[in-house]
T-cell receptor, first 112, second 112 residues
């Protein structure tokens, strides 16, 4: 069966510091991978998605970036965090044309 | 007009009752429809997928799709306090098959 891991689970970072969140998927090959952000009490905002190694599509211009160095690894980064980057960051995967997406446990980021 | 609309709630039902959650979408080319359950502080969990008009049943859950009316609903029979959560509707558009469009969610409260 497939599993998806995210770490860290929680993170408190000062404004201006760098960020690296990691997501890995097990039990499937060549998945589509996604990064979402959910602000407190808000809906899901798609940040990036990837259909293969090195292929990244950005949905929202911002100070975040994503990379996919391996088939089942997806990384979200920032060089300098802003207060507005606080939120719940979710990684998801899907395979097949129906696009059923399955979410990881998430990383709760607080920028102070 | 939002692409996917849900009543934010809260929808309050007594234990044992049927909870009816509704979702409308604006794009007629949408082809796949999903319901996610999100407990407070947790990541969304896929509970139902539906692709063709009509009803789809899975245990206490029934998803209903009417593409002509651009309407999808989720019925929860014999509601339990453990069903209390936010339910997210998501739609996959044919012209952007890698992306899901999420509604903002309906909060369900099941009273013991």
């Amino acid at each position: 069966s497939q599993t998806i891991h995210q770490w860290p689970a929680t993170l408190v970072q000062p404004v201006g510091s760098p960020l690296s969140l990691e997501c890995t998927v097990e039990g499937t090959s060549n998945p589509n991978l996604y990064w979402y952000r959910q602000a407190a009490g808000r809906g899901l905002q798609l940040l990036f998605y990837s259909v293969g190694i090195g292929q990244i599509s950005s949905e929202v211009p911002q100070n975040l970036s994503a990379s996919r160095p391996q088939d089942r690894q997806f990384i979200l980064s920032s060089k300098k965090l802003l207060l507005s980057d606080s939120g719940f960051y979710l990684c998801a995967w899907s395979v097949g044309s129906n696009n059923e997406q399955f979410f990881g446990p998430g990383t709760r980021l607080t920028v102070l | 007009q939002k692409e996917v609309e849900q009543n934010s709630g809260p929808l309050s039902v007594p234990e044992g009752a049927i909870a009816s959650l509704n979702c409308t979408y604006s794009d007629r080319v949408s082809q796949s429809f999903f319901w996610y359950r999100q407990y407070s502080g947790k990541s969304p969990e896929l509970i139902m997928s539906i692709y063709s008009n009509g009803d789809k049943e899975d245990g206490r859950f029934t998803a209903q799709l009417n593409k002509a009316s651009q309407y999808v609903s989720l019925l929860i029979r014999d509601s339990q306090p453990s069903d209390s959560a936010t339910y997210l509707c998501a739609v996959n558009r044919m012209d952007s098959s890698y992306k899901l469009i999420f509604g903002s969610g309906t909060r369900l409260l099941v009273r013991p």
